[in-house]
Every structure is written in structure tokens, then in C-alpha cells.
């Protein structure tokens, strides 16, 4: 590859800066309360995350799916250990057993989540790190996105990115009972609220143990109180919005275009 990585480019490294500010806030504080030692980094891309994590003390095996990020990482950081494994590969559990498993823009980028987050769960002995994009659902739903094919994409192209509901529910569901985001999350407008009430990417730390820390808010099992079959449909419900609004506005430039002939 070309020595312009995608993952230097300058979007990358203001994501990088402010979940790095978040990691470095909050898991001294959880390596203390849990005597966390071991980290698996999986999806580690070209190695900055688990850079990160031996930095703040952590015995870390970085794997990622693409030969290509592994080369790089260890010609970056050449004290690290570094490995090919796909995290969808049946075998990842054969890796061995971690304190903490880190797992940074991943999850939404494969064909079987639910499956690598079992992974996930036979792996980490006690704390699982996750971010990713979430789809803008209230409910525990998947959707099945065609991807582009960027080196930064899934392996396939083609993967289910999870609302932050079913993120929290296939945690839970995999042994995970403690889920909690970050009290504070990232300084960066993907992590917070925009206007249609969803955040695009999410912060979870999922224990298998319960953890207090005044730097962890605590999600509730997100358990759907009503059968799908009796909810409205998210994209009817759209269409009429849409058609609604363009009713409105039309309405108020018409209005506009009387009183400027007046």
C-alpha cells in the first residue's frame, strides 16, 4: 500500500483524539477496581489503540483481519505483538482468555455480530471495551448496509450495523449483565445527540462482574415493551413526515409569494 493510509487521514485523527481522551479517563479507573492486566485489541487496524493500551499499562495481542494492517502495525510499533485472526472466524476463541477486550470500530463493519460478540464474550474474562456507529432506532433492531469498498470497511462489504439498543441487548444476551456508557462521552459531535434524538457512534463498557464508577452511566436491559407487529413502521412514518413537511412549506412560500405582491 501507498504510503497514505486511510487511517491517517484528518477524520480519522479527530475521532482518535477524542476516544483516546475517553479511554484515558476511564480505564485507570477500571484497571484498579477489576486488576485488569491483559487486553486483546481485535480489529486493531495499523496498532494506535493498542499502542494506547500498553502505554497505560496492559499486556496487549493486537489482531486485525487485513494482512496488509498487521505489516504496517508492527513497523510502527515494533514492541507490540501483532497477529492475523478474523473476528468472525469461528476459532478467535482459540486466542486464549483477556482481562479486556477492545474492540473500536468494528462491530458494524461485519456480516454476523451477534456471533463475534459470543466471541467477544468467550474471550474477555471480565470487561469488554466497544465503539461503533449505531443505527437511528429506538428498538433492538439490525439493518444489513451494502458498504463501499474502502480499506476501512468490513471484510465483505456488506454488514449489519446494530442501533445502540441491540448493541446493549446482544451484550447483555451474551453474558455481559453490567452495561454502561462513559459518563462523558467523546468530545465529538458523532458521539452526542443530534436532531433526530440518536447519537451515530456509542461508547459501551460491558462487564460480566457488577462495576460502580461515578465515570460510567448505567443502561437497563433494553427489553421492547410492545410486539414490533403493533409499532408503526419507521419508514412509513418517515414518508408521511416528509410529505407533511413539504405540505407545510409549500404552504408558507405560497403565503410568502401573496404578501410579496402586496
Given at each position: 500500500?501507498?504510503?497514505?493510509?486511510?487511517?491517517?487521514?484528518?477524520?480519522?485523527?479527530?475521532?482518535?483524539?477524542?476516544?483516546?481522551?475517553?479511554?484515558?479517563?476511564?480505564?485507570?479507573?477500571l484497571m484498579q477496581?477489576?486488576?485488569?492486566?491483559?487486553?486483546?485489541?481485535?480489529?486493531?487496524?495499523?496498532?494506535?489503540?493498542?499502542?494506547?493500551?500498553?502505554?497505560?499499562?496492559?499486556?496487549?495481542?493486537?489482531?486485525?483481519?487485513?494482512?496488509?494492517?498487521?505489516?504496517?502495525?508492527?513497523?510502527?510499533?515494533?514492541?507490540?505483538?501483532?497477529?492475523?485472526?478474523?473476528?468472525?472466524?469461528?476459532?478467535?476463541?482459540?486466542?486464549?482468555?483477556?482481562?479486556?477486550?477492545?474492540?473500536?470500530?468494528?462491530?458494524?463493519?461485519?456480516?454476523?455480530?451477534?456471533?463475534?460478540?459470543?466471541?467477544?464474550?468467550?474471550?474477555?474474562?471480565?470487561?469488554?471495551?466497544?465503539?461503533?456507529?449505531?443505527?437511528?432506532?429506538?428498538?433492538?433492531?439490525?439493518?444489513?448496509?451494502?458498504?463501499?469498498?474502502?480499506?476501512?470497511?468490513?471484510?465483505?462489504?456488506?454488514?449489519?450495523?446494530?442501533?445502540?439498543?441491540?448493541?446493549?441487548?446482544?451484550?447483555?444476551?451474551?453474558?455481559?449483565?453490567?452495561?454502561?456508557?462513559?459518563?462523558?462521552?467523546?468530545?465529538?459531535?458523532?458521539?452526542?445527540?443530534?436532531a433526530n434524538g440518536?447519537?451515530?457512534?456509542?461508547?459501551?463498557?460491558?462487564?460480566?462482574?457488577?462495576?460502580?464508577?461515578s465515570l460510567l452511566?448505567?443502561?437497563?436491559?433494553?427489553?421492547?415493551?410492545?410486539?414490533?407487529?403493533?409499532?408503526?413502521?419507521?419508514?412509513?412514518?418517515?414518508?408521511?413526515?416528509?410529505?407533511?413537511?413539504?405540505?407545510?412549506?409549500?404552504?408558507?412560500?405560497?403565503?410568502?409569494?401573496?404578501?410579496?405582491?402586496?
Open positions: 500500500m501507498s504510503s497514505t493510509w486511510v487511517f491517517d487521514q484528518s477524520h480519522y485523527d479527530a475521532l482518535n483524539a477524542a476516544r483516546e481522551e475517553t479511554i484515558r479517563r476511564i480505564l485507570p479507573d477496581r477489576m486488576n485488569l492486566k491483559t487486553a486483546l485489541d481485535l480489529g486493531c487496524g495499523l496498532g494506535h489503540y493498542a499502542n494506547v493500551l500498553h502505554s497505560q499499562g496492559f499486556d496487549v495481542l493486537a489482531v486485525d483481519g487485513r494482512e496488509e494492517n498487521v505489516i504496517e502495525a508492527k513497523r510502527r510499533y515494533p514492541d507490540l505483538r501483532f497477529q492475523i485472526a478474523d473476528a468472525q472466524d469461528p476459532s478467535l476463541a482459540d486466542l486464549g482468555k483477556f482481562d479486556l477486550v477492545f474492540c473500536f470500530g468494528l462491530l458494524y463493519h461485519l456480516e454476523n455480530p451477534f456471533s463475534v460478540v459470543r466471541s467477544i464474550s468467550a474471550l474477555a474474562s471480565k470487561l469488554v471495551l466497544i465503539e461503533g456507529i449505531v443505527y437511528p432506532s429506538p428498538e433492538p433492531v439490525m439493518v444489513l448496509m451494502d458498504e463501499n469498498t474502502g480499506v476501512d470497511q468490513g471484510l465483505n462489504f456488506m454488514a449489519f450495523y446494530p442501533s445502540e439498543t441491540c448493541l446493549i441487548k446482544m451484550l447483555r444476551r451474551a453474558g455481559f449483565a453490567h452495561c454502561h456508557n462513559p459518563s462523558r462521552m467523546p468530545a465529538h459531535p458523532e458521539y452526542h445527540k443530534g440518536f447519537r451515530r457512534r456509542t461508547v459501551v463498557a460491558a462487564a460480566k462482574e457488577a462495576i460502580e464508577s452511566s448505567t443502561w437497563a436491559d433494553p427489553s421492547p415493551e410492545f410486539s414490533p407487529w403493533s409499532m408503526m413502521p419507521l419508514y412509513p412514518a418517515h414518508r408521511r413526515f416528509t410529505r407533511l413537511y413539504g405540505a407545510v412549506d409549500r404552504l408558507f412560500v405560497d403565503l410568502k409569494r401573496r404578501a410579496d405582491r402586496h
